[in-house]
């Protein structure tokens, strides 16, 4: 416990210059614009960003992306209370019955409730992250190549059991995200894989280019053809401070989200959108008048926004301390490491404790300053919603052409760029999930390194991820976790999954 303190005061020590907090605070900032305007969602503004921390210090441009995504979760309410439109996926539980409690004169104490419950969350989140992330990192410190390539195995597995859609569509997915990835020099003996002669592809396929095609460009389409016409239930929020009734009725769904929303942001597959939807799910289960729920209960709206939040700080902690990432936008982080030339993994805090700990004692500052933004300044995201997407959509499409081309000044990037926009959009289109083959293009150079690594180092080939036990194991998770998701996909839809 008193390493983490010393650490957490590490941290401290990083995140109080003038420079790191005002980076914080412009993420906040960025993040609860982005989460109140619909149609741009934190990835795509992560993707666009990117860049933009090329120029920034490992410490600033990581505090800036981060506090973008969980900022985004903040402003995701706003949005879903006031229009009934999620400004982000995990925000669309909240339409349920915060726009219920809007069309009843009640929207100030829904936005109350989902500014503090985020708050209150986000903190504990942050809270058990410092003990819980420098324990699970000094046990996978262990960890050899044959562990590591089993744990990426386990992650990639949990991604797939953890999706809504097909689980077919997800393989496929994670396999074009493989293949995608395997383009360029191979990274042990230098021949071309997929390059078919071309000197732009020997390079590999640019992550930014591919992201922001999938979650820019792929968004531009989805919403210009959609173009939802709503109506903004207040011009002026009053009354913002639930009462004592509210609390009453709040205060252990809030703390009931905070810790299953952790939970499943731990989880390869899971994150803010899962824990949304399972706070829900569980409260109106356990709920005395679960009719009330779709009808303005603010339990509704209390557990899924503290869930989505806490989800924040719990999907930090493997791609921080075991170098997995558990969705599409911590997979975008672990790139922004890689591109700054740092590798995420068990030794990461050991070897750049000022990276770890400036980025947890951030999460505890950019909570109170998204408290500040999201409860007085709630009338300013109001004006914002004013906004027409037709004059929009313009701006952000500068924004994917100026940041994707600045990263390496290539106009190739540009034409990939657009091509996985359009591929995304079409994809979409047939409902499959984006999310398995960003994880697997993220990941998929370092489980080919883990697995080379292991037939390197071993007499017998592939049979030293049997002999050693922690590789046995998480092998043998994955294999039981394959069993299972077939088994209940079968079941359920009555054939192939």
Known sequence: MMEALNGLLTGFGVILTPANLYLCFLGSLIGTLVGVLPGVGPLAALALLLPVTFTLSPVGGLVMLSSIFYGAMYGGSTTSILLNIPGEAASVVTCFDGHQMARQGRAGPALGIAAIGSFIAGTLGVVIMTFFAPAIAAVAIRFGPPENFALMVLGLVCTLFMISGSTIKGVLMMALGFLTAAVGLDVVNGHERYTFGSVNLSGGIELLAVVIGLFGIAEILSNVETMAKSTLLAD???????????????????????????????????????????????????????????????????????????????????????????????????????????????????????????????????????????????????????????????????????????????????????????????????????????????????????????????????????????????????????????RRRTKNEGGLP
């Open 236 to 486: 002026r929020i009053r009354g913002l401070w639930p009462s004592l009734a509210d609390w009453r009725a709040s205060w252990r769904p809030i703390l009931r989200g905070s810790g299953l929303g952790f939970i499943l942001g731990l989880v390869p597959g899971g994150g803010p959108v899962t824990a949304a939807f399972m706070s829900y799910a569980l409260e109106k289960r356990i709920a005395a008048e679960p009719d009330r729920f779709g009808k303005g209960a603010i339990e509704g709206v209390a557990g899924p926004e503290s869930a989505n939040n806490s989800a924040v700080a719990g999907s930090l902690i493997p791609v921080l301390s075991l170098g997995i990432p558990s969705n599409p936008v911590t997979a975008l982080l672990l790139g922004a490491l890689i591109i700054q030339g740092i590798q995420p993994g068990p030794l990461f805090i050991a070897q750049r404790p000022d990276l770890f700990w400036g980025i947890v004692a951030s999460m505890y500052i950019g909570n109170v300053f998204l408290l500040i933004l999201n409860l007085p300044l709630v009338g300013l995201w109001v004006q914002f919603l004013r906004i027409p997407y037709r004059v929009m959509f313009p701006v952000v499409l500068l924004l994917c052409v100026v940041g994707t081309y600045s990263a390496n000044k290539n106009v190739f990037d540009l034409w990939v760029m657009l091509g996985f926009g359009v591929g995304g959009y079409v994809l979409r289109k047939l409902e499959y999930d984006l999310a398995p083959f960003v994880i697997a293009f993220v990941l998929a150079p370092l489980l080919e390194q883990s697995l080379r690594q292991s037939l390197v180092m071993s007499p017998d080939g592939v049979m030293i991820l049997a002999k050693r036990p922690v590789a046995a194991l998480l092998l043998a998770a994955s294999v039981v976790l394959t069993f299972l998701m077939f």
